[in-house]
């Protein structure tokens, strides 16, 4: 815990200095123009993407914020004897909504594609945020928060007989249940199979295949380079990258379409295996949930380069870059997919083995 809250502290130091300071700077028409991180969201924020400049704001402002707060809460309660329990549940889902490090690969490809526009140089707010994310990185790696657990809340071991105990699938606590039918530990109520687990999860994947149609079709950005407009879909941009720069172009492509689709694709299995009750490759299955869980993230990555390439080339008729409307979309289908594998209760795919016991997949 030490360990924790001395990187939350320096991390709360550095973030004032990382979310404003210059992260790019270029000269354009004559002009010295600096690009920061709240910038890009400012931007996207004025040209009426509200709800898009939420989705980044929150991947790179707010859940490292929340991460550092809760951190902070964690040291300072235990010490005035405050309830732990609610952070300790959303620490461990807070995680894998900071995404300070694909920002960073965003920087570098928004700088790339700004290249042809404008001769660039790296701003001296960027030392900042290179180590706030490598101090992100280092907080997630050695959040334990199962050891948490057992350092403020220890559970004694259950003295009932081992088929009548039960886990929590929040805290993951194995035990007894209390008189209330809660979890002992985090005072959630214990349920065999998380509720409507099934239904939520197909919802998301369905209204995020939805939205991926429009996120692939309708052009991404919008670039006025003296007074003609050229619109860029996902793909298309991703060509014009490969014209110049064949790696950065693999990168965005693998994160924007490569992943997104093959996360659907892997979903849609997973949920149609748990249907028809396959009992072949189980293993297989929670592995690819899991790949599918830490790879969804990156998909962000299309978000986060416009966000920055809008706070450098958003200069009158001259040269302008806006978003277009499929980024909502787009950011709409990465978020819904994320929700789709978080919802759904990986047990689910095990019921197949499962001999006399009732069906838990409603």
């Known amino acids: 815990m030490r360990r924790l809250t001395a990187m939350a502290v320096t991390m709360l130091v550095l973030m004032p200095f990382a979310f404003s300071l ?36 929150f991947c790179t402002i707010g859940a490292p914020v929340t991460l550092v ?43 790339i594609k700004v290249q042809d526009y404008a001769s660039l140089a790296l701003g001296y707010g960027l030392v900042a945020y290179v180590a706030l994310t490598l101090l992100s990185l280092l907080t997630i790696i050695h959040l334990n928060v199962e050891e948490l657990w057992e350092h403020y809340y220890p559970q004694s071991i259950p003295t009932a007989p081992p088929e009548r105990w039960q886990v929590c699938l929040n805290c993951h606590h194995t035990g007894m249940p209390d008189e209330r039918g809660r979890c002992t530990r985090c005072h959630t109520p214990l349920d065999f199979r998380r509720r409507h687990s099934l239904q939520k999860s197909w919802a998301a994947l369905i209204a995020s295949i939805v939205m991926l149609i429009p996120a692939n079709l309708l052009p991404i950005s919008v670039v006025f380079v003296n007074g003609s407009r050229r619109e860029d879909t996902i793909f298309s941009g991703i060509l014009g990258l490969g014209s110049g720069n064949i790696p950065i172009a693999a990168v965005v492509f693998i994160a924007s379409i490569l992943v997104p689709f093959t996360k659907v694709l892997v ?45 450098l080339v958003n200069r009158d008729q001259l040269l302008a870059f806006t978003m277009g409307p499929a980024a909502l979309y787009f950011g709409a289908a990465v978020i819904l997919t994320i929700m789709a594998v978080e919802w759904l209760d990986s047990r689910l795919i095990w019921d197949a083995h499962a001999t006399g016991n009732a069906d838990y997949t409603d």
């Open 22 to 57: 210059p992260l790019v700077e270029i000269r354009l028409l004559g002009m010295r123009i600096n690009a920061s991180l709240l910038e890009g969201v400012l931007q996207m924020a004025q040209q009426g993407n509200v709800l898009t400049a939420a989705m980044v704001a």
């Open 69 to 111: 707060a809760g951190i902070s809460y964690l040291w300072i309660g235990n010490r005035l004897g405050m309830n732990l329990r609610p952070v300790l549940l959303m620490l461990e889902r807070l995680k894998e909504w900071v995404m300070l490090d694909i920002y960073l690969v965003g920087i570098g490809v928004a700088s």
């Open 267 to 311: 979903m849609l299995t997973l949920l149609l295996s748990i249907h028809f009750k396959c009992e072949q490759g189980l293993k297989t299955r929670i592995r690819l949930l899991r790949v599918v869980t830490w790879v969804g993230r990156w998909s962000m990555l299309d978000l986060f380069v416009i966000a920055l390439t809008m706070s």
